[in-house]
């Protein structure tokens, strides 16, 4: 799918990763609605409890890929995107997106309504945007020390097309030092010069600021397995999304999406990496779900350039990003009630 720049689905304008993680779990005190649907029928994220709806004015390409797969529509993500704005969810008929018989059959899953983030949701909605981000970068380099820079291009430039405007407000706030022209730099001269020996350099320096933006977050929130597995998931959610998106009749028809996917998936990895002690220790059970699915989750990418046929169905990748759903609300039960005693 060719991609262009766009407002970022903001987690916190409707549902990822979003990207996006904010789940309709998210406590009702910490989202602001600025429109009277009730909070409980909207989450931050989509794809997570009761189904969060998308944003279709804002939402990240991502997420609209949820739409594009639920339908089958090739490319229905960008035509979606350049009909903004949306007036009400009914406007993708009237504006000829997509037919009447296709909207009733996602009205469901589609909002133009807002939802504001404030405390852990909205922490969780900064790490989910900065992980896509990382998820973007992770299979860009895959792809360049395959020398296969052209392949790389589309992944080094997402994050600054697709996320950073959305994040940029909360970096702000966060008082992290602007990273946007680090991004721009290393995306104009992967296209201009693949072969500079610059890029191996700027690449880090790409990664480090997205690192840090990652620190400005408090130590001890990052370290909990109920915050960490919440931000796994949005980023599940989106590789889910964009897995769907890539496949057809059993074959991988977008590559593109195919490697975004891998991406979201290695870095969600990466993170539970980092607490699966803690979960071993705390939560047995749920880590031993967890991570048999992961491991059966990388299967479905085997490398960053993709098989002409499919590993798995998405319906699989589904199930399987369910089970670590299922199990990141087990543990967050388990975390409330034992702060409750």
Known sequence: MIRFPYLFLSIAACAMISLSSCTSETPKAEMQTQSTVPVSEMSAHGGHGNKAKIN????ILSQLDKLEATLGVPALSNKIQANRPYASPADLVSKKVITQPQFDRIKDMVTVEEVVLTGEAKDIDYMTKLGLMKGHLLVAKELLDQNQPKQAQPHIGHPVEEIYIDVEEQLEERKVKEFKSSLVSLTDLVKSNPKDDKIKTNFTTSVEAVDSAIAALPTQERSKPEFVLQVINGLLDAANSEYGAATANGNIAAPIEYQDSRGFVVYSQELYQNISSQM???????????????????????TAIPPAQAVNTPEDVTKLVKIIEENTQKVRTKTSTKAQN
């Open 56 to 59: 279709i004015n804002n939402a």
């Open 280 to 302: 071993t220790q705390e939560h047995p059970e749920s880590h031993k779900a967890i991570d048999t699915a992961f491991m059966e989750l990388v299967k479905v990418w085997p």
